[in-house]
């Protein structure tokens, strides 16, 4: 706790450290990802992974509820609520388009941990929703929104191979 008190002071100090000289666009998208799969990787078993990964219904029901049930329920009452004027569109719009996002890896594990569950089941869950949420998600998007865009594919996918390799 001391040294994050420590780490918020120095970038209120100093900005530019963080901003300029760690160089985020390095830090943030490669080097802590690699470094969250690193300690979760280690704290657990290889036994344990491959009962998260035959726990087959259980997975199926995760990604359906974390695709499914949460952007349709988002996507509802984001709907209401700007039908009577209590957010605008645009952020309405915003609320489904972050609800048919996958998961984020950090979290899954900080909340898995602190709630006592299971580990290597939250991992595995959550690496595969963000690996399907490459496929997913803009279809999710669309069907909600009606709004498409372009993205050259292989290039997603030539930068996906590079994080995930």
Not at 8 to 17: G, V
Not at 153 to 158: G, I, K, R
């Amino acid at each position: 706790v001391c040294l994050v008190v420590i780490v918020i002071l120095l970038a209120r100090a100093y900005p530019p450290l963080g901003a300029k000289y760690l160089a985020p666009h390095i830090t943030s998208t490669w080097i802590a990802v690699i470094f969250i799969f690193i300690l979760a990787g280690l704290g657990l078993k290889t036994e344990e992974f491959s009962k998260a990964f035959q726990r087959l219904k259980f997975n199926v029901c995760v990604q359906a509820f974390n695709f499914g049930v949460v952007s349709s329920v988002v996507f509802g009452v984001s709907r209401g609520l700007a039908e009577v004027n209590v957010v605008s569109q645009s952020l309405a719009d915003g609320m489904v388009v972050c609800a048919s996002l996958p998961l984020t890896i950090n979290m899954v594990l900080v909340l898995t941990k602190s709630a006592g569950g299971d580990e290597a089941s939250a991992i595995f869950n959550a690496a595969f929703g963000n690996l399907v949420g490459v496929f997913l998600s803009p279809v999710l998007i669309l069907g909600y929104l009606g709004v498409s865009g372009s993205v050259d594919l292989w290039d997603v996918f030539y930068k996906l191979a590079l994080r995930v390799v």
